[in-house]
């Protein structure tokens, strides 16, 4: 009795020892961030418009927001769709399907300076596309796939196949009954995905530097070469050694993942209500 | 008069047959209950007659399969979203589907083209006043479903299915969910029901199936070994197989 009763405490004190490490690690990268960078943080930096170059973040602010958005509005209907076909659709003993899978497996574990080579590869020499945001959002686009493939279909395959049943044998159709109920139950796995995406798209460096380039100016149209705040983050801390605008981006990109992450909060509960 | 004549049919799943020969006339606005030990096939030939079988791999049919007054041969009904129309379907586990208790009632009838305002407030009233939660949910229609109880959420689905009005309702061990009062309620019910609907229903429970009354069809690996009104197949069964199932010798 009273060993397990000394056990128990033990097992306390790994866990508790476990938590503490990695929340004191994970805060120190917090506070020794904000330490150094909110001296180097002002209104101008973040948002003038007629700072000289690299000395205001609107440019890749609106760099990223364009490429997050655009490269979503092209892998998000993919995504879905093909996890749809995947887990509503296609024969689980299909030989393609299983082909299909082990790559989508494979390619959601490869390192994205891979996806940049191809992107730099094809993109920009093979198509002559040069540096560009398009090369850039083509190939995040990619990346970012089977991401949202392998999300959406583990929310897909948490949908109970009782609602599927319960809605054939009201008559309703395969494509109404994944329209009316399986989707909006798995919306919030879904979502999760997207937003998964979201911030793996604003920390990518690796394929963007090697698609989209390093220019530090306004993006004029998709043809610009531009680089988004994580790009801007690397350029400035190697090519210039500048650690204290280094740190100052980084706050704002923290404070982006962060509202991110509370948006989504927010929908999936809005939609949860419902 | 029969609402639904089977004759002949067997099932196949792959190489397994799971049902022999299966000839039965269910009968009109009555109650129709199966029993049976697990694994008879008697949810497997529940499943037959709305043609569910059709979504499970490798499944096949054989026989005939009239329903109601045209006779119509349902394995020959192109649309099987026609025939779910006049059969409906209610599961062991209540599964009202992840939306309001308005939007679960009314999924059926705006599928099948229903988009009158008016017209659906009217089906949604009538469908929970049948199966009496009316009273109780009137107030949170557009509130989820899954927030009701195990045995209100299994009226609900009853309502749903008869929302669209079919001729058979077809349950498929409705109570064995949930706890003795519910179960009490949802016969009660389904004794309100069969005035209206032709009734089959699946059943572990023998008490059930007595207390429902009508007709019974006792299954036995893959067979119908006995099929007759309630009261006599269990006062007075015919066959050896049938008095040791229902004495409790097997099963």
Request: aromatic share 10%; glycine share 6%.
């Given at each position: 009795m009273n060993n397990r009763k000394l056990k128990n405490t033990l097992s306390y004190i790994k866990i508790y020892f476990g938590i503490g490490i990695s929340v004191t690690i994970l805060f120190s990268i917090l506070i020794l961030v904000?330490?150094?960078?909110?001296?180097?943080?002002?209104?101008?930096?973040?948002?003038?418009?007629?700072?000289?170059?690299?000395?205001?973040?609107?440019?890749?602010?609106?760099?990223?927001?364009?490429?997050?958005?655009?490269?979503?509005?092209?892998?998000?209907?993919?995504?879905?769709?093909?996890?749809?076909?995947?887990?509503?659709?296609?024969?689980s003993k299909s030989k393609l399907v299983k082909?299909?899978?082990?790559?989508?497996?494979?390619?959601?574990?490869?390192?994205?300076?891979?996806?940049?080579?191809?992107?730099?590869?094809?993109?920009?020499?093979?198509?002559?596309?040069?540096?560009?945001?398009?090369?850039?959002?083509?190939?995040?686009?990619?990346?970012?796939?089977?991401?949202?493939?392998r999300a959406t279909e583990e929310a897909l395959k948490a949908v109970p196949m009782s609602y599927r049943m319960g809605s054939y044998a009201l008559g309703?159709?395969?494509?109404?009954?994944?329209?009316?109920?399986?989707?909006?139950a798995a919306i919030n796995g879904i979502l999760a995905s997207i937003i998964l995406s979201i911030g793996r798209l604003?920390?990518?460096?690796?394929?963007?530097?090697?698609?989209?380039?390093?220019?530090?100016?306004?993006?004029?149209?998709?043809?610009?070469?531009?680089?988004?705040?994580?790009?801007?983050?690397?350029?400035?801390?190697?090519?210039?050694?500048?650690?204290?605008?280094?740190?100052?981006?980084?706050?704002?990109?923290?404070?982006?993942?962060?509202?991110?992450?509370?948006?989504?909060?927010?929908?999936?509960?809005?939609?949860?209500?419902? | 008069m029969p609402n639904f004549t089977i004759k002949n049919a067997n099932l196949y799943y792959s190489d397994f047959q799971a049902l022999k020969d299966i000839n039965l006339n269910i009968n009109d606005k009555n109650i129709t209950t199966f029993i049976g030990p697990s694994g008879c096939g008697k949810s497997s030939f529940l499943r037959c007659l709305n043609r569910m079988n059709d979504l499970v791999d490798g499944a096949r049919v054989t026989g005939k399969f009239l329903l109601?007054?045209?006779?119509?041969?349902?394995?020959?009904?192109?649309?099987?979203?026609?025939?779910?129309?006049?059969?409906?379907?209610?599961?062991?586990?209540?599964?009202?589907?992840?939306?309001?208790?308005?939007?679960?009632?009314?999924?059926?009838?705006?599928?099948?083209?229903?988009?009158?305002?008016?017209?659906?407030?009217?089906?949604?009233?009538?469908?929970l006043r049948d199966v009496a939660i009316w009273e109780e949910v009137k107030d949170r229609l557009k509130k989820s479903a899954l927030g009701l109880s195990g045995g209100q959420q299994q009226r609900l689905c009853i309502a749903r299915t008869i929302a669209i009005e079919p001729e058979?309702?077809?349950?498929?061990?409705?109570t064995s969910a949930l706890d003795p009062i519910s179960t009490i309620k949802i016969e009660?019910?389904?004794?309100?029901?069969?005035?209206?609907?032709?009734?089959?229903?699946v059943t572990h429970n023998m008490q059930q199936a007595s207390r429902l009354g009508g007709h019974t069809a006792f299954f036995l690996n893959g067979e119908i070994i006995e099929y007759s009104k309630t009261s006599l197949l269990f006062s007075n069964p015919k066959e050896k197989q049938t008095e040791d199932y229902i004495t409790g010798r097997f099963g």
């Open positions: 904000l330490i150094n960078g909110i001296q180097n943080l002002s209104f101008e930096f973040v948002f003038s418009l007629d700072a000289p170059r690299g000395f205001s973040l609107m440019p890749m602010l609106a760099t990223t927001t364009v490429i997050v958005v655009l490269t979503l509005l092209i892998s998000v209907p993919l995504g879905i769709s093909s996890a749809i076909y995947l887990n509503e659709y296609a024969s082909i299909v899978r082990s790559s989508i497996e494979t390619l959601s574990g490869i390192p994205s300076i891979i996806y940049g080579l191809f992107g730099f590869l094809f993109y920009v020499i093979v198509l002559g596309w040069s540096w560009s945001i398009r090369a850039g959002i083509f190939t995040v686009a990619i990346m970012i796939l089977p991401i949202i493939i309703a159709g395969k494509f109404y009954t994944i329209r009316k109920v399986v989707l909006p604003i920390g990518e460096t690796a394929a963007l530097l090697l698609t989209a380039g390093t220019l530090l100016d306004m993006p004029v149209n998709l043809q610009s070469s531009a680089a988004t705040l994580s790009v801007f983050m690397y350029t400035i801390t190697i090519e210039q050694g500048d650690m204290n605008r280094a740190y100052a981006t980084a706050i704002v990109l923290m404070a982006l993942v962060l509202s991110l992450n509370l948006l989504a909060n927010f929908i999936a509960k809005r939609l949860k209500r419902d | 109601g007054n045209d006779e119509t041969d349902i394995y020959k009904i192109s649309d099987v979203s026609e025939l779910r129309k006049r059969v409906g379907m209610v599961f062991q586990k209540p599964n009202p589907f992840p939306m309001t208790i308005y939007d679960n009632i009314t999924y059926g009838a705006k599928m099948h083209g229903i988009k009158d305002k008016k017209k659906l407030d009217d089906i949604v009233e009538k469908s058979v309702l077809l349950m498929d061990e409705p009660d019910l389904v004794g309100n029901l069969k005035k209206d609907y032709t009734i089959v229903m």
